[in-house]
Nanobody, 126 residues
Framework: QVQLVESGGGLVPTGGSLRLSCAAS????????MAWFRQAPGKEREFVAA????????YYADSVKGRFTISRDNAKNTVDLQMDRLEPEDTADYYC???????????????????WGQGTQVTVAS
C-alpha cells in the first residue's frame, strides 16, 4: 500500500505561484510513474502532469504547459508541482497519484493510477 499526502495549496492572485508537494509513504514509489490531477467544482477530474521514475519523461496537459513544472525526488519519495503564472481557470482541488508501475500511453488516464492522495485546494483569485 502507498499513502500519498499533498500539501502547499492555498489562495493566490492571478499571476501568482504555488508549489505543491506530495509525500509518499508505505511502499516506495521510486520505480513508478507519478502524476498530478485536478478537479474543479462541477467538472470532471483532469490530468495535469506526470513524471516517470527517472524524470526522463515528463508529460503535461496543454493547458498548463509552459507554466507548471513537475519534479520528483526518489530519495525522499516526493513529487512536486511548481505552478507559475496561475490563472483563475487553475482553481481546483489538486490530487497526487501513483501508478503501480511505469506507464506511458495511459499517463493522462486517472484509471491508470492505483493510489491517490486526499487533495489540496488551490484557489486563484481574479
Amino acid at each position: 500500500q502507498v499513502q500519498l499526502v499533498e500539501s502547499g495549496g492555498g489562495l493566490v492572485p492571478t499571476g501568482g505561484s504555488l508549489r505543491l508537494s506530495c509525500a509518499a509513504s508505505g511502499r516506495t514509489v521510486s520505480r513508478t510513474t507519478m502524476a498530478w490531477f485536478r478537479q474543479a467544482p462541477g467538472k470532471e477530474r483532469e490530468f495535469v502532469a506526470a513524471i516517470r521514475r527517472n524524470g526522463g519523461l515528463i508529460y503535461y496537459a496543454d493547458s498548463v504547459k509552459g507554466r507548471f513544472t513537475i519534479s520528483r525526488d526518489n530519495a525522499k519519495n516526493t513529487v512536486d508541482l511548481q505552478m507559475d503564472r496561475l490563472e483563475p481557470e487553475d482553481t481546483a482541488d489538486y490530487y497526487c497519484a501513483a501508478a503501480t508501475t511505469e506507464i506511458s500511453s495511459t499517463v493522462a488516464r486517472d484509471t491508470a493510477y492505483a493510489y491517490w492522495g486526499q487533495g489540496t485546494q488551490v484557489t486563484v483569485a481574479s
